[in-house]
């Protein structure tokens, strides 16, 4: 007996209460932007500039206790991460351990390394400083200029693709659903103020891919009943589309997020910011595949028949039947 999350021949209504879902969409956008500008984002050491410190020990690396005896100096934002080599022998343990810049400076002073050299090795005696590498105002800088640019460069791609693939109502359709879908998860960081790195912009981009995936197959099969139901009104055609392709959209969304929740509880706090970003990419994702990207395709309409030549520009628009 195969499991079926949802129904065979469903048949529900995405559009009856199109204009309060779309219109929700855009006040939530609003309160994202205002929410970045009033409170902005949590940057982490990418963005801020800081100190890195590659560590080598005897012992095991504990990121907790590493956490804990650092956190007392008062550097403020603290990151530690375990490097893995196979190189490694059984005695060598390396960490890396990054403090954001202090206040005034564009990195920790001789002394505030010795302090943290200090607090480590009351952990483990055996414990060195391999390497001590700043990152300055200037590089963080070009870091933000490099993320805000792939972001972009992304969408416009996005919006290119999709061009050429159906029509240029559907791109705009493709590429509002991304915007929404960026500027929800930029507005639910501000608000929760969790850390922002270099992670997070890695996050954007895999959402920009997965909401274009479920995007797509949506659009796909809109293309194909648009051409097999001439006659019927865009709004009962996408809706059908929709409700055809809501098994595969709701296996993969659950599918991803069950993986998802297994490394936001058990993969630890080094990668929970990228996986708590994923989890919140896939849930808009999924809700502007369909509320979002169709709802601009119906509001636009469409040129209904692609089987026809080239030269025949005209189409049927929303709301007008062939004869």
Same mark, same amino acid.
């Given at each position: ?5 949802? &129904? ?41 500039? !800081? ?8 012992? &095991?690396?504990? @990121? ?15 990151? +530690? ?43 483990? &005696? ?16 070009? $870091? ?17 693709? @999709? ?17 929404? /879908?960026?500027? $929800? ?11 922002? /790195?270099?992670? @997070? ?44 392709? $809501? ?23 080094? +990668? ?27 509001? $636009? ?13 005209? !189409? ?8």
């Amino acid at each position: 007996m195969r499991l079926k999350l949802v &129904p065979q021949g469903t048949s529900v209504d995405f559009f009856r209460h199109w204009k309060t879902t779309f219109g929700g969409s855009v006040v939530a956008m609003v309160l994202s932007i205002v929410a970045f500008a009033v409170m902005g984002l949590n940057f982490g050491i990418d963005f801020r500039g !800081g100190t890195s410190i590659r560590t080598e020990a005897q012992a &095991p690396v504990d @990121i907790g206790e590493y956490r804990a005896a650092i956190m007392p100096l008062g550097f403020g934002d603290v990151a +530690i991460t375990e490097v893995f080599d196979p190189a490694f022998g059984t005695d060598r343990h390396v960490a890396m351990v990054r403090i954001q810049a202090q206040e005034g400076t564009e990195a920790i002073t001789t002394e505030q390394i010795s302090a943290v050299r200090d607090a480590l090795q009351g952990l483990d &005696p055996t414990l060195t400083f391999a390497a001590v590498d700043s990152v300055g105002p200037k590089v963080s800088g070009e $870091l933000i200029q490099s993320a805000i640019i792939s972001v972009v460069l992304a969408l416009a791609a996005v919006l290119f693709y @999709i061009w050429l693939r159906f029509e240029w109502q559907f791109s705009v359709g493709a590429v509002a659903a991304l915007v929404h /879908d960026i500027v $929800l998860t930029i507005g639910i960081f501000s608000v929760l103020q969790i850390r922002f /790195d270099l992670a @997070i912009i890695a996050a954007l981009l895999t959402i920009v891919g997965y909401s274009l995936n479920d995007t797509v197959v949506v659009f796909d099969r809109v293309r194909e009943n648009l051409i097999k139901y001439k006659k019927r009104p865009l709004k009962e055609v996408l809706t059908l589309s929709i409700n055809e392709t $809501l098994s595969r959209t709701v296996m993969t969304s659950v599918t991803t997020l069950l993986a998802l929740l297994a490394l936001f509880i058990l993969g630890g706090d080094v +990668i929970r910011g990228f996986v708590f970003a994923m989890i919140w990419g896939v849930i808009v994702g999924t809700y502007s595949s369909v509320f979002v990207a169709s709802a601009v395709l119906l509001r $636009l309409g469409v040129k209904r028949d692609w089987s026809k030549n080239s030269g025949d520009t005209a !189409g049927t628009q929303f709301g007008v039947k062939e004869s």
